[in-house]
């Protein structure tokens, strides 16, 4: 079964389990070629440590070589061994002073790329944020992702217990720092906790405190995330809008059409390289998770921080609100679609079109016309169901002819307790595709003057 199946089957269980599903581009919120600073540092904390811990590094001592094959005569790295200072604990308990194990990976190449090895090694005075796993007795840093920049000041935990809440505290204090790398790896670490406490918040909504206390939290990276917006450096200021869809706080649309417009070559590689240590950064990388951002957001239900409950749609309709409330999605992809990076990019265009074919806005209906024609078979498919949805507002997962064209016949079929398979349904829009978009097309040709001037509501919901 291929990526794209797999995918969206998992968010047929998930999420939209009546709704017209079709092979969907995997999802994470981040694209997988990052800029090198990237670590979701609640998953870190949750899943991939034992112990997390604010350090001071004292002192750092070569341990041993590390003996193994390496192709190519590629040297292998030192084992190093860190003296270090406990600041304070996130998450478990640890003496006062600890050795931290880790490779220097700056000792010839051992197949780790910058975005992997840089950021995993421990020099003497720094002061970070360390996720460290217990390995016979020694505690290891991993080679990927486990170190976060902070303020080296002390910084109160005052917002709760929790590892999440004592990071979110650390990040809050990062968006005030001088230092460029620790802002910026701040602002797009409040992103992933908000994402994280969201998640976090309905399972707590018996737990009155620790709600109040999230909800705080939230509100306190909100206000974080407007002001580091505006920041003279481009790459904090757009990982700050991205970061804000994470929050469930609108940034407008003016600051990420910017960032969809912005040529590689308007960017200064060297002073990336002298601000954040990355050689080969890449604009792409953020404008690509700028709309798998939007994309993964669309996919979550937004959740009232008063008092944890799902915030249904606003229109009356049925489900959930999907989205960011306060932000025009139809008028930010309407431009979006004719931004020339997007044209060019097939996986910036399945972002757009599957948060198109998840919000169904009747004012949208004009981009999935635009869709019906695009070199992509999963992004025409994506359109021809946002059409189905929206225009027949068909919840049914068959796809018949006979159920495609009448809603009351779709309607009756989903009635039935019966499902094709997801395989079945593709190969029938595969065997008749052609069908299905000329039916579109001649639908836009009779109903495309009711477009011409759509009205907005709330929102910008229908």
């Not at 902070?150 to 204090?173: F, H, K, S, W």
């Not at 994506?382 to 049914?396: E, G, H, M, Q, Y």
């Amino acid at each position: 079964m291929n990526r794209d199946v797999v995918s969206h089957t998992t968010l047929l269980l998930v999420t939209f389990g009546l709704s017209l599903f079709l092979p969907s581009q995997k999802s994470l919120g981040y694209p997988a070629w990052t800029n090198g600073w990237h670590l979701d540092c609640p998953l870190q904390a949750g899943s991939n440590a034992d112990l997390v811990c604010k350090i001071q590094v004292l002192s750092t001592r070569r341990a041993e070589i590390i003996k193994r094959y390496l192709p190519g005569g590629q040297t292998d790295p030192y084992r190093m061994s860190a003296k270090s200072k406990v600041l304070s604990v996130i998450k478990g308990q640890c003496k006062r002073a600890i050795d931290i194990e880790f490779h220097d990976q700056k000792r010839g190449s051992s197949g780790f790329g910058p975005s992997q090895g840089r950021g995993t090694e421990l020099t003497k005075g720094e002061v970070c944020v360390v996720f460290l796993k217990r390995h016979q007795g020694r505690y290891v840093l991993n080679r990927i992702r486990s170190k976060l920049r902070v303020q080296p000041r002390a910084v109160d935990y005052d917002l709760g217990d929790t590892p999440n809440l004592r990071l979110l505290a650390e990040m809050l204090a990062g968006c005030d720092s001088t230092n460029e790398m620790v802002q910026l790896q701040a602002v797009e670490e409040l992103g992933y906790l908000s994402k994280a406490m969201f998640r976090e918040l309905r399972p707590f909504k018996g737990d009155k405190e620790l709600l109040e206390r999230i909800a705080f939290g939230l509100g306190r990276a909100k206000e974080a995330l407007r002001k580091t917006r505006n920041s003279e450096d481009p790459v904090i200021r757009n990982m700050s809008i991205t970061s804000s869809f994470w929050v469930d706080d609108s940034p407008g649309i003016a600051g990420p059409l910017e960032l969809l417009r912005v040529k590689p070559s308007d960017f200064d590689k060297d002073d990336s390289l002298k601000k954040y240590g990355i050689r080969d950064f890449r604009v792409s990388a953020l404008q690509l998770k700028l709309l798998e951002t939007m994309d993964a957001t669309t996919r979550r239900a937004v959740v009232d921080l008063k008092n944890g409950s799902v915030i249904r749609r606003e229109d009356g309709g049925p489900g959930i609100y999907r989205g960011v409330r306060g932000f025009d999605y139809a008028e930010f992809y309407r431009q979006a679609l004719d931004c020339e990076v997007v044209r060019k990019n097939q996986q910036m265009r399945s972002a757009i079109a599957n948060v198109i074919w998840i919000r169904y806005e009747k004012r949208s209906v004009p981009e999935m016309i635009k869709l019906l024609d695009d070199r992509s078979r999963h992004i025409r498919s994506t359109a021809v169901s946002a059409l189905r949805k929206c225009i027949n507002s068909d919840s049914s997962n068959s796809w018949q002819r006979r159920h495609f064209y009448d809603p009351d016949a779709a309607r009756e079929y989903m009635r039935s307790g019966f499902e094709k398979e997801l395989e079945d349904r593709l190969k029938d829009y595969r065997d008749n595709e052609q069908e299905y978009i000329l039916y579109w097309k001649q639908w836009w040709q009779k109903h495309r003057i009711e477009f011409e001037t759509p009205e907005k509501t709330n929102n910008g919901i229908d």
